[in-house]
């Protein structure tokens, strides 16, 4: 079975400060996605990001960048220059083709509690 | 632009009481899930839907029930609430072609007490 560990519950760091979000990932399958979602203090869940299993790029979008390892099943991520408005909880799923064909939804990891302080 | 509309937004209600979450979507995606956010928990699936008439079971489907009788529409319903159902609800749906790309409402509080 699929399971996505967030082992950092709290990250707490000054302002402009860079920090990184660990996010490791167990799947049997082949074919995979792996995500990122974000839920700042009011509560929604927004979609910051998709992987899929063939692609070990490095993607970056601003003072976001994202660093996917195989070897180590870690998909990590990192901001850059930390802002206040970067304060949320930060959740890491995993969608497994195959054997869910992914339609049965998103594994999610418990997520990481960013605070950015100013 | 809606996308996906949860109703009610906060509700209490008391031990063995029923309720029923409403979920609505209007990008015209097949896929649609229920998932229950717990404190320090993460985000873990109820029931999801691949289309109109079909439904199936997820992580804790344990005293929920669904029905999914339109492509927009996915109630989730709580028979016999009990606090253990306290949580966060989110209704959520994808396309095919998203690959779990899911699009979320905006969450229902609900309290048992």
């Known amino acids: 079975a699929q399971k996505v560990t967030q082992a950092q519950t709290e990250i707490s760091v000054v302002e402009k400060e860079d920090v990184t979000l660990d996010c490791v990932y167990e799947?049997?399958?082949?074919?995979?996605?792996l995500f990122w979602y974000k839920q700042p203090p009011s509560g929604e869940l927004v979609f910051l990001i998709r992987?899929?299993?063939?692609?070990?790029q490095n993607e970056i979008s601003g003072r976001y960048s994202w660093n996917f390892q195989k070897s180590t099943s870690s998909f990590n991520f990192t901001i850059t220059a930390s802002q206040v408005v970067d304060s949320a909880v930060y959740f890491c799923?995993?969608?497994?083709?195959?054997?869910?064909?992914?339609?049965?939804?998103?594994?999610f990891g418990k997520g990481t509690h960013l605070i950015i302080q100013p | 632009n809606a996308g996906v509309t949860q109703t009610p937004k906060f509700r209490i209600l008391k031990i063995g009481q029923s309720m029923t979450l409403q979920c609505t979507q209007d990008?015209?995606?097949?896929?649609m899930y229920w998932y229950r956010q717990d404190p320090g928990m993460g985000l873990k699936l109820i029931y999801y839907?691949?289309?109109?008439?079909?439904?199936d079971k997820g992580e804790v489907p344990n005293g929920y029930n669904v029905s999914r009788s339109t492509t927009e529409d996915f109630p989730l319903r709580l028979e016999l609430a009990a606090p253990s159902q306290t949580s966060v609800y989110f209704c959520?749906?994808?396309?095919?072609?998203?690959?779990?790309?899911?699009?979320f409402g905006e969450g229902s509080r609900l309290t048992v007490l």
């Open positions: 959520a749906s994808s396309t095919p072609q998203g690959l779990g790309e899911l699009f």
């Open positions: 799947t049997r399958d082949t074919t995979y996605y």
């Open positions: 992987r899929n299993s063939f692609d070990e």
């Open positions: 799923a995993l969608s497994e083709a195959e054997s869910g064909g992914g339609a049965d939804g998103l594994t």
């Open positions: 990008m015209n995606h097949n896929y």
């Open positions: 839907s691949v289309g109109a008439g079909i439904t």
